[in-house]
Structure formats: structure tokens, C-alpha cells
């Protein structure tokens, strides 16, 4: 263990006052922690408040905070507060701490805190520990001619023009939208694809195309969503004129009883309900998008 550098002072201040400061070790490395220990000796009775730090004026910095050890004595107060500190600056450093606050019945008193210091040495070898600072440079330094920079700004301004351009284009050319009946096609046959009427599952096969049905619909009647029911849906085809109203109104009723009131169907004529709400929606898109006589005319 290092040498410690005991530095106490005595103070006779209305009988039994003491103090002493202890630094432990008394010489680290830049960065090393060490310790401060402040312990003082009141009569019975008295409080006594140590500073929470020490100066952060000087280059030493609290790595914890302030722990304070009571020592039993039937006669004396007798505490010790320990500072866990580091440096961060080679050489010898004063540590400025402020008064320990000696509160009695007969009055305050403070105690000061004077003559802590710590030796900070380098980590460095002895030859390099001195610091030889860099010659200055210049603020700005060109290896290349001007005009190679005056290339490299006109290309880039020409990329940035480029790309301006293609975000305006882009920009006003609108999405194409989807045709309802391209749609519909899409989820018929993703539907076909899952193999539910030979897997048996057939009230689910039935329920899927005529929700597919019920989209396309909701999409191109005017009135229809997917929320009305099926009695509503028939009448918003009715009033529309476009989609044969009667074959989808029969198919939406049966596929009501499957779906609700639990009907048994066969194989084969879950295959021709599906069909037929595939069916229904290509007919009611070509009846949508015919042309009247009297307007071709």
C-alpha cells in the first residue's frame, strides 16, 4: 500500500471538536479513482453535514456519491464521509472542499477543510509525457484543380435536375386503377386454389365466392356495400338494372341457408354455386359496360 498523506488538523473549537483529512493513495494515473476521507468528532448531541463534493473547479471529478460512516461512541458523534473521486490532469492538484456545518444547542460552527491534494502522474512513458502540439494547418487545403470541383458541381447539379424531373413526372401520372371484374377474377381463383370442396369443406367454398361476389357488387352498383343484407343487395340490383337481380337474389337466399340456418350441400352443387356467382359478376360486368344503341348511334 502506498503512502498516505495524512493531513489532520486539530481544532479546539468549545471543548472536543476534531477533524482529519486522509487521501488514499496519495499519487494515481490520470483516470485512476482514489479516495477522500473527511472524518470529524463532535460532542454528544450534535449534527454534522459534510459538503456533497468537492470544487468542480479543478480538474478532479465525484465518480459516487458522498457515503457517510458513523463510528459508535457513547460520548462523541464520530463520522466519516468518504469522496470516491478521479483526475483527469497530470500534476499536483489542490481539492477545494467547503466547510464541514457543526450544528450544536449552544450555536453552529463550521470546520474548514484545508491542505487536500493529489499527485496525478502520466501514464505515458517519461519521454513522451510532454506534449508537443501539432504545427497549424491551413483552413482550407485543395489537392485538385478548380475546375475538376467545377466538373464535380455540374454533374451534381445535373443528377439533382435529372431526379427533380422524374419525381415531377411521376408525380402527375396517375395510378391506373384496377377494374372491379379483374379483381374479382383474382379472388375467384385464389378461392378455386385452396381445394375446399375436395378437402370437404363446402359451406366455407360456397360462403368465400359469394363474398367475392358480394365485393365486386359493393364496388360497381350504385347504393351496394358489403354491409347491407341479402334482401338489400337484391334490391339495390333491382333498382340498378345492370346484373340479372333474379339469378343473384336465388343465389344469395341458398347461400344464406348454407351459411346461417346449416344446410347440407353436395359436392356438386357447391361447385355450381361457385360457378354461378362467377358467372353472375361477368354477366353483370358486360351488362355494366355495354354501350346503349342509341348513344353508339
Known amino acids: 500500500m502506498s ?14 471538536l476534531q477533524s482529519g483529512v486522509v487521501v488514499t493513495p496519495d499519487t494515481v494515473h490520470v483516470g ?13 448531541g450534535a449534527v454534522i453535514e459534510f459538503p456533497q463534493a468537492p470544487d468542480s473547479s479543478v480538474a ?14 457513547s460520548i462523541s458523534v464520530d463520522q466519516t464521509a468518504e469522496y470516491r473521486l478521479t483526475a483527469w490532469r497530470i500534476g499536483s492538484l489542490p481539492i477545494a472542499f467547503g466547510d464541514v456545518v457543526v450544528r450544536q444547542a449552544i450555536g453552529t460552527r463550521s470546520v ?24 497549424p494547418r491551413d483552413v482550407f487545403h485543395f489537392g485538385l484543380p478548380w475546375w475538376v470541383w467545377a466538373l464535380a458541381a455540374l454533374a451534381a447539379a445535373a443528377v439533382a435536375a435529372l431526379l427533380w424531373w422524374l419525381w415531377r413526372r411521376r408525380r402527375r401520372r396517375p395510378p391506373a386503377a384496377v377494374p372491379a371484374i379483374v379483381t374479382a377474377e383474382r379472388e375467384f381463383d385464389r378461392v378455386e386454389a385452396l381445394g375446399l370442396v375436395a378437402a370437404g369443406e363446402l359451406s366455407r367454398y360456397v360462403d368465400l365466392m359469394v363474398e367475392v361476389l358480394r365485393d365486386y357488387l359493393a364496388a360497381t352498383v350504385p347504393g351496394a ?11 339495390c340490383l333491382r333498382r340498378a338494372r345492370l346484373a340479372p337481380h333474379v339469378r343473384c337474389s336465388a343465389l344469395l337466399a341458398e347461400a344464406d341457408l348454407v351459411k346461417f340456418a346449416g344446410r347440407a350441400v353436395s359436392a356438386e352443387r357447391a361447385t355450381a ?15 355494366r359496360t355495354a354501350v346503349p344503341v342509341g348513344k353508339a348511334a
Open 273 to 287: 354455386l361457385g360457378r354461378e356467382a362467377r358467372a353472375i359478376a361477368v354477366t353483370a360486368d358486360q351488362a
Open 32 to 44: 485512476d479513482p482514489f479516495t477522500v476521507s473527511i472524518r470529524v468528532r463532535a460532542p454528544q
Open 60 to 73: 478532479v471529478e465525484p465518480l459516487d456519491p458522498v457515503s457517510i460512516r458513523s463510528t459508535a461512541d
Open 3 to 16: 503512502t498516505l498523506a495524512l493531513l489532520i488538523q486539530a481544532v479546539a473549537l468549545a471543548g472536543r
Open 112 to 135: 474548514p477543510v484545508t491542505g487536500v491534494g493529489i499527485v496525478v502522474a502520466s501514464v505515458l512513458p517519461a519521454d513522451t509525457a510532454q506534449h508537443v502540439p501539432m504545427p
Open 225 to 235: 356495400s358489403t354491409s347491407l343484407t341479402s334482401s338489400e343487395l337484391s334490391s
